[in-house]
């Protein structure tokens, strides 16, 4: 590991952010368990290893359903959301499914689910297709748009909104409070930011209080309304639960879909070849979207607790209580599982990037960021001959959410036949 001496993995580094990936390859050629001085981390970088972390269960994404924080000699504050400090993020927290393990992670997880196939998805094709028009026609008759400010914001939020049962004039607030919450995400969090996430995690779980309540009174066809009368195990599912499965369900379906939209439209713009492969009918766009997601995922690593005594891999013992970084930005670009992995290639139509997770926590909303993704890009190739982007891009600060600020591109009208 001598070459690595120098390498750290900066995610407040602009450069770092901007291209993780010379930095993950040296580290993924070197080693495949990475543990630099004065980190706290423990970062896994190969496919293979990714792969099988995801369904370990030997790892865990909480560990208070075994331990207390002072069995893991943790500092105080660790985890950040047991800071008393932020008890409104912690109330969240609680219920959140990514933060749960089984049993109870199983039980709200099966209720998701069942409103989260493939066939409802599938189902809200129309709808998605005629968001994705009306928002694209804005921009065709000024001739281009932000695909952050003016589409893909919108859009995302505009379906899982929809879906949930929040009313379309309150989208807006759900954007700007979801966009503050998740802040508390990002690897090294300042405690203005860590605040600012407090307070809007606080205000988005009275909103959803309210509108739970209004749906109490009133019902409507809404995944809300499901929740509310929804029996798991003979039991029903708390307003706390509701809040916070519906928060996971409007962060998570929000923030990775913009994301991962914007980072798809960037890498065919930079690809022009690729862009015509779709144009020809010679890959279809909901091939091509897997590409887009292994090329450059919206989401780069993922932590787990070490649970075990003895937790080995590849003849490294991580010790009880430590953190590793799943880091599927580099397994996804691992050489030993793809040929030419820099590659942005979408004849590939893999569909086994790890860019949805695995095991128990694999992303509910694959089916519905799939649909949104395809239908983004079989809308711009309808009009767009080649994508042109508009300078200046602003890539966004925050490491956790890959993603832009702004990312222009110019929009013509639909040609007619
Ligand atoms: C391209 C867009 C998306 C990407 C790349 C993505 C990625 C992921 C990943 C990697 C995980 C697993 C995290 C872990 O194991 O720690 C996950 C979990 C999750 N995702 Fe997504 N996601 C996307 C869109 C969505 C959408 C649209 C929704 C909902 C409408 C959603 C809802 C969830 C939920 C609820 C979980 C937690 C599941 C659990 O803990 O059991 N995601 N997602």
């Known amino acids: 590991m001598t070459g690595l001496r120098d390498l750290v993995f900066d995610t407040a580094d602009p450069g770092f952010v901007a291209d993780p990936y010379p930095a993950y390859a040296r580290v993924r050629e070197s080693t495949s368990v990475w543990h630099p001085a004065g980190d706290h981390l423990w970062y896994l970088t190969r496919y293979a290893d990714v ?29 950040v959301w047991r800071d008393p400090r932020w008890k409104d993020f912690a109330a969240f927290e609680r219920w959140e499914l990514l933060n749960l393990e089984p049993p109870a992670h199983t039980r709200l997880r099966r209720l998701v689910t069942e409103a989260f196939t493939p066939r409802a998805a599938e189902g809200l094709r129309p709808k ?23 589409y893909a914001q919108h859009f995302s939020i505009g379906i899982i909104c929809e879906l949930i049962g929040v009313p379309e004039d309150d989208h807006a607030t759900i954007l700007k409070l979801s966009d503050a919450t998740i802040r508390m995400y990002e ?21 959803l209080l309210k509108l739970i309540a209004l749906r109490r009174r ?28 519906s928060m996971v369900l409007l962060m998570a379906g929000h ?16 690809h022009p070849g690729q862009w015509q492969l779709i144009r020809s009918g010679e890959v279809s766009p909901r091939l091509a979207l897997e590409e887009v997601l292994r090329y450059d995922p919206p989401l780069q690593w993922f932590e787990r607790w070490v649970l075990d005594e003895k937790f080995e891999i590849n003849g ?26 820099d590659q942005f290639d979408i004849r590939r139509a893999d569909t086994n990037h790890l860019s949805f997770g695995g095991g128990i926590h694999f992303c509910i909303g694959a089916p519905l960021a799939r649909l ?18 508009i300078p200046p891009t602003i ?15 110019a929009l013509s009208e639909i040609a007619e036949d």
């Open 372 to 389: 949104e993704l395809e239908t983004t890009i079989t809308e711009l190739s309808r009009s767009e001959a080649e994508l042109v982007i």
């Open 128 to 150: 998605i297709q005629e968001r994705a028009r009306r928002l694209l026609q804005t921009g065709r008759e000024i001739g281009s748009i932000d695909l952050v400010a003016s």
């Open 395 to 409: 890539r966004r600060p925050t490491f956790q959410f890959r993603g832009y600020e702004r990312l222009v591109i």
């Open 51 to 79: 792969h099988a972390a995801f369904r370990d269960r030997r790892l865990g994404t909480s560990f208070l359903h075994r331990y207390t924080p002072e069995e893991l000699n943790l500092a105080p504050g660790i985890p």
């Open 187 to 207: 690897p090294a969090p300042s405690e203005e930011l860590r605040a600012a996430a407090n307070s809007a995690a606080g205000e988005f779980r009275r909103y």
């Open 316 to 341: 490294v013992t991580i010790p009880l209580g430590a953190r590793v970084a799943l880091v599927l930005g580099a397994a996804n670009r691992d050489p030993r599982k793809y040929e030419d992995p």
């Open 218 to 245: 009133r019902a409507a066809d809404d995944l809300l309304t499901a929740m509310i009368g929804a029996m798991v195990d003979g039991e029903r599912l708390t307003d706390d639960q509701i809040v916070s499965t």
């Open 255 to 270: 923030e990775a879909a913009v994301n991962a939209t914007t980072n798809g439209i960037a890498a065919f713009a930079a």
